[in-house]
């Protein structure tokens, strides 16, 4: 890789860094490319990117970012997953750890907070964005689902009490 490459590189993953809502930093020694696939898949499915990048060239790229601090995680063998959500990262890369045990989370961060460990199990156990729109939609729509109840049950009430009435007048 020449030194164009090289400062290409920097400044695509200086724009992942800033860009991102959670970006988690894991140990992948050991895995298969069958595997590896997988992890992209499964980020991709969550509208989430891995990015495996020479760890030294990483931390020329998180320099002066509001997650520097994360630089500590990047020694080894080391991937990227991150994502826009604050959350879809977390949740791709916690799932992927629970199903291999060559996946080893290291930390990350979001936005400009350190997440080690637990931290990014943490943040990965938090609803996602689609998740929170759904909630509140449902909360929204709920009251107008409740008004429009209220006032069609009377309505069917007398229609009720009206056919009760008919009935015993029939009967008598």
Known sequence: ???????KLVEELGQIFDSSGV???AHYAGLTVAEMQDLR???REAEASV?????RLAKIALE????????EYLTGMTVLTYSEDPVAAAKVAAGFAKDNSKFEILGGAMGENA????????VSKMPSREELIATIAGML???ASNIAGAIGAPASDIAGILSTIEDKA???
Do not use: F, H, T
């Not at 002066?64 to 630089?71: A, I, L, Y």
């Open 41 to 43: 898949a499964r980020a």
């Open 1 to 7: 890789m020449d030194r164009a490459q090289k400062e």
């Open 51 to 55: 990015r495996v990048a020479k760890n």
């Open 141 to 143: 729509g709920a009251p």
């Open 64 to 71: 002066g970012k509001p997650c520097e601090s994360m630089g």
């Open 170 to 172: 029939e009967a008598a």
């Open 115 to 122: 997440l080690d460990v637990a931290g990014v199990e943490a």
């Open 23 to 25: 970006v988690v930093v």
